[in-house]
């Protein structure tokens, strides 16, 4: 069995133990209960990602219960069988070069809007500055399988973030640090679209305002690279 790659030296810092650390915030966050969700990041270089294992624990997670996978699914290292959303990380490393890490969320609220089959409008500024607009609904399928993959990848589009009729959501990033902020994003947007239903009707920023605004705040928010 093929030793599972790090990014740089060993020790902290590696893709293994971030995927650890991720995964234990990933709780904490309230993102996900239990062994809910699953996490994977593209390793550098290679057609292959590392993904989280199936049902077990993120708090009981070693860096050899991790499944490096290669973009046609094959199982290259790690002895544990991987998450039961290969598919649909595999499908989205296929279809997005730009896509380093994959975050599946099961969070209350964005679970919520999921459970209506409603898409999320672009009702806030920070969420057209962190997506580019409002984020899809996939169209319903089954946990696990390649359709429900197939679909995800449909509806992400070009954007960071896609909810999963009936289930949860996607956020992808070019790193898990991106992956997780927009998954908490997502979730905080959730939640604000859902109170302001509670006490009005929503307003939802027109395309010309959203085009106008991600592209704007795009290069005028956070930190030049
Ligand atoms: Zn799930």
């Known amino acids: 069995m093929t030793t599972l790659p790090s990014k740089g030296s060993a020790g902290p810092g590696t893709l293994p133990a971030e995927i650890i650390e991720y995964g234990k915030k990933l709780v904490k966050s309230g993102l996900v209960t239990g062994t809910g969700g699953n996490i994977s990041v ?20 070693e860096e050899q219960d991790l499944v490096l996978l290669d973009l046609e699914g094959n199982q290259l290292a790690g002895s544990r069988r991987p998450s039961i959303e290969q598919h649909l990380h595999c499908l989205i490393y296929r279809a997005r070069p730009d896509v380093q890490a994959v975050i599946h969320t099961h969070a209350v609220y964005t679970s919520a809007i999921a459970a209506t089959r409603q898409d999320l409008p672009p009702i806030l500024d920070t969420l057209v500055a962190a997506f580019g607009g409002g984020l899809k609904t996939a169209s319903y399928a089954s946990i696990g399988t390649e359709e429900l993959a197939q679909n995800a990848v449909k509806a992400l589009g070009k954007r960071n973030g896609v909810l999963l009729a009936n289930h949860g959501a996607v956020c992808t990033g070019e790193d898990l640090a991106q992956a997780f902020s927009n998954a908490q994003l997502l979730e905080a947007s959730a939640q604000t679209y859902i109170f302001a239903h509670l006490i009005g009707k929503p307003v939802i920023l027109p395309p010309e305002v959203v085009e106008q605004e991600a592209q704007d705040l795009a290069q005028r928010y956070g930190q030049k690279k």
């Open 42 to 61: 593209r390793v550098p270089g290679r057609e292959a990602f590392l993904i989280t294992p199936s049902g077990i624990p993120y708090h009981e997670i």
